[in-house]
Nanobody, 121 residues
Framework: QVQLVESGGGSVQAGGALRLSCVASTHTSNCMGWFRQGPGKEREGVATISSDGETYYADIVKGRFTISRDFAKTALYLQMNSLKPEDTAVYYC?????????????????WGQGTQVTVSS
């Protein structure tokens, strides 16, 4: 079992930035990712990163968000710049049991509790 704990959410004005962090209870070199669920919306993939650093970004966040990981600290990060009101959501950190990466939440077994990000206009 891998336990994930997110932090770094909060409220910011449009155009601002936030950095989300996720710490895993055990070392994992498998695929990890960030997902989000906005009010009245389904959970969607934001970004994923493989064990060798290959990244994927949803089109709506490309150029604004950056995912990274620190294996030594078993940490996952999401740097979010140029935030927009439509980025408002609960953001979840997730980890797979395998190294291959997918953007579908159904492929991720381990989930954090989520952290709220609110962007005001």
């Amino acid at each position: 079992q891998v336990q994930l704990v997110e932090s770094g959410g909060g409220s910011v004005q449009a155009g601002g930035a936030l950095r989300l962090s996720c710490v895993a209870s055990t070392h994992t070199s498998n695929c990890m990712g960030w997902f989000r669920q906005g009010p009245g919306k389904e959970r969607e993939g934001v970004a994923t990163i493989s064990s060798d650093g290959e990244t994927y970004y949803a089109d709506i966040v490309k150029g604004r968000f950056t995912i990274s990981r620190d294996f030594a600290k078993t940490a996952l990060y999401l740097q979010m710049n140029s935030l927009k009101p439509e980025d408002t959501a609960v953001y979840y950190c997730a980890a797979r049991e395998f190294s291959s990466c997918y953007t579908d939440a159904r492929y991720f077994r381990f989930w954090g509790q989520g952290t709220q990000v609110t962007v005001s206009s």
